[in-house]
């Protein structure tokens, strides 16, 4: 089975500042990878996904993130963080050998970006 | 365009009873996940219907069960519920062969 782990539970940065988040998984064979986030009173959004090709990933809002397959690592990068950024981010994969496309998801890197 | 839609958002119950929630997926999806996200952790996913039937399931017990309706939509239900069961149920809708889920606004579910 497949499990997903992010390391840093809380971040504190200041406005302008450059985030990342790191992200590990562990499944040894082919998977779709994905960042959520949720910010305050608001339902999970995807910010991006990858599923093949340049591992480089662009998604909504300035973010981004990198597929490492040799080191099983999707950590999300942001060159500038703005205050309207403090929300909780969730990394999560999806096993493409199971018959169906569950999510397993992290235990979430919750971001306070001060002003 | 309306996204998922889930309903009550807000239920408490007492120890032993039984719960339903509801779901309409996004328009246009055919697969509907359910997923419970305890406080302070990820979501953990319970089952998952396609085409009516239960494709995948997660780590849970029996007393989770569910159903998918010819329109897509879906309920979870839960029997004999334990304090334990207190969480926020996140129901997610994708295309069957798309790994990528809209969630909704969750069903806050407390058990006294």
């Known amino acids: 089975a497949q499990s997903v782990s992010q390391h840093n539970h809380h971040v504190i940065l200041s406005e302008a500042a450059s985030l990342e988040l790191g992200c590990n998984y562990s499944?040894?064979?082919?998977?779709?990878l994905f960042w959520y986030v949720q910010y305050p009173g608001q339902h999970l959004q995807l910010l991006l996904k990858?599923?093949?090709?340049?591992?480089l990933v662009k998604g909504i809002k300035g973010f981004e993130a990198e597929f490492i397959k040799s080191k099983f690592s999707f950590n999300l990068r942001k060159p500038s963080v703005q205050w309207s950024d403090t929300a909780e981010y969730f990394c999560?994969?999806?096993?493409?050998?199971?018959?169906?496309?569950?999510?397993?998801f992290g235990g979430g890197t919750r971001l306070m970006v001060k002003p | 365009d309306a996204g998922v839609t889930q309903s009550p958002t807000h239920l408490i119950k007492t120890r032993g009873q039984q719960v339903t929630l509801r779901c309409s997926p996004k328009?246009?999806?055919?697969?509907v996940s359910w997923y419970q996200q305890a406080l302070g952790q990820g979501p953990q996913f319970i089952f998952q219907?396609?085409?009516?039937?239960?494709?995948q399931r997660g780590n849970f017990p029996d007393r989770f069960s569910g159903h998918q309706f010819p329109n897509y939509s879906s309920e979870l239900n839960v029997n004999a519920l334990l304090l334990g069961d207190s969480a926020l149920y996140l129901c997610?809708?994708?295309?069957?062969?798309?790994?990528?889920?809209?969630f909704g606004q969750g069903t806050r579910l407390t058990v006294v």
């Open positions: 219907y396609y085409e009516e039937e239960e494709r």
């Open positions: 990858y599923f093949s090709g340049d591992p």
């Open positions: 499944y040894g064979g082919t998977v779709n």
């Open positions: 997610a809708s994708s295309l069957s062969e798309d790994g990528g889920a809209f």
């Open positions: 328009s246009g999806h055919d697969t």
């Open positions: 999560a994969v999806n096993a493409l050998d199971n018959a169906g496309n569950m999510l397993t």
